[in-house]
């Protein structure tokens, strides 16, 4: 079951590949309220939290598009206790970890994913008006040859 798992997330994230100009499933637009993008962005702030160390020792350096996931996960991240950097500037003598995310509507439900260069965390939520669940374990990648 444990090494199932990230096969399935791999094949959900890879999509379906077809030889010829059949039609292929893709990653759907997601819409969400407040509250469901605030619980996604927790939930993945605090797992993240426990694979890349404490609050003090390290700074993330993250893209805000100013998407509301983005701004949800900088304020999740800030929350723990971590420094955020989005506009580039890093100062000297800093661990700096880069972080990667993105979120899309598959079947219904929400696929959210956070990637470092030495760790990848992915989960599928069920979204509604007054938050969200988890609809999966979460699943954590951690490359064997340096990359994810």
């Not at 379906?16 to 759907?28: K, L, R, Y």
């Not at 206790?81 to 003598?93: P, R, S, W």
Request: aromatic content about 4%; glycine content about 8%.
């Amino acid at each position: 079951m444990r090494t199932l798992f990230p096969l399935v997330i791999a094949a959900l994230l890879l999509g379906c590949q077809t030889p010829d100009d059949a039609s292929t499933s893709s990653p759907a637009p997601v819409s969400m309220t407040g509250p469901a993008v605030s619980a996604i962005a927790g939930d993945m702030a605090s797992r993240l939290s426990e694979q890349i160390g404490p609050a003090n020792s390290v700074t993330i350096k993250m893209n805000n598009d100013k998407s509301d996931f983005a701004t949800a996960l900088e304020a999740a991240l800030k929350g723990w206790g971590y420094a955020v950097i989005t506009d580039g500037k890093v100062g000297k003598d800093v661990k700096l970890v880069e972080l990667t995310y993105s979120v899309d509507g598959v079947d219904g439900q929400v696929l959210a994913r956070l990637s470092t260069s030495s760790i990848a965390l992915t989960r599928v939520y069920t979204a509604s008006t007054t938050g969200a669940v988890p609809a999966s374990p979460l699943s954590i990648m951690q490359p064997t040859d340096g990359r994810i």
